[in-house]
């Protein structure tokens, strides 16, 4: 299996769109994530670029946001759908100072925080009794990450693991 990298949405604030040219600059990447062995200890190793994707392999996602304007960026949205053919498991690495994260689980038509909360139908006892429960981060479609500020020449990288099906 050959999978493509995403295809990246982007909104900004109105203030950012008012300057004309885009004040922002992307870079998607994706990259194979291993557990190696190295005297004993277990690490992890990147190998960056990786589109030949088997089932199994885990891969990062990652994508870095730089404010190229001379003005600071406020209130910034990205969104990255989780690609098709892969689960989305975590994060990758700590959240940067300054963003919240959310998720959809309708294809990017909504976001909320997690964890997030579904209403399931089940049969208890013979009749059907609603529940509210918690999704599971393998059920999360897309994700969206809002920068509350970003000062003019700097950049956040944000992303996250998936597994291939």
């Avoid at 892969?86 to 690495?93: F, S």
């Avoid at 689980?105 to 976001?111: P, R, S």
Wanted: charged share 20%.
């Amino acid at each position: 299996m050959k999978p493509h990298l995403p295809i990246l949405l982007l909104s900004l604030s109105a203030a950012a769109l008012a300057q004309g040219a885009s004040p922002l600059t992307l870079s998607l990447s994706q990259a194979l994530v291993q557990a190696v062995t190295v005297a004993g200890k277990t690490t992890e190793k990147r190998i960056p670029d990786y589109v030949k994707a088997r089932p199994g392999d885990v891969l990062a996602q990652t994508l870095t946001a730089r404010n190229v304007s001379a003005r600071p960026l406020t209130n910034v949205a990205l969104r990255l759908p989780v690609p098709a053919g892969m689960v989305y498991l975590a994060p990758d690495g700590p959240m940067p100072e300054g963003v919240r994260t959310e998720y959809s689980v309708d294809g990017g038509k909504t976001f909320a925080p997690a964890p997030l909360k579904k209403k399931v139908t089940v049969t208890e006892n013979g009749r059907a009794v609603t529940k509210e429960v918690e999704v599971q981060p393998n059920e999360y479609q897309a994700v969206r990450w809002t920068i509350a500020a970003l000062p003019a020449g700097t950049g956040k990288t944000l992303g996250f693991r998936v597994q291939v099906k």
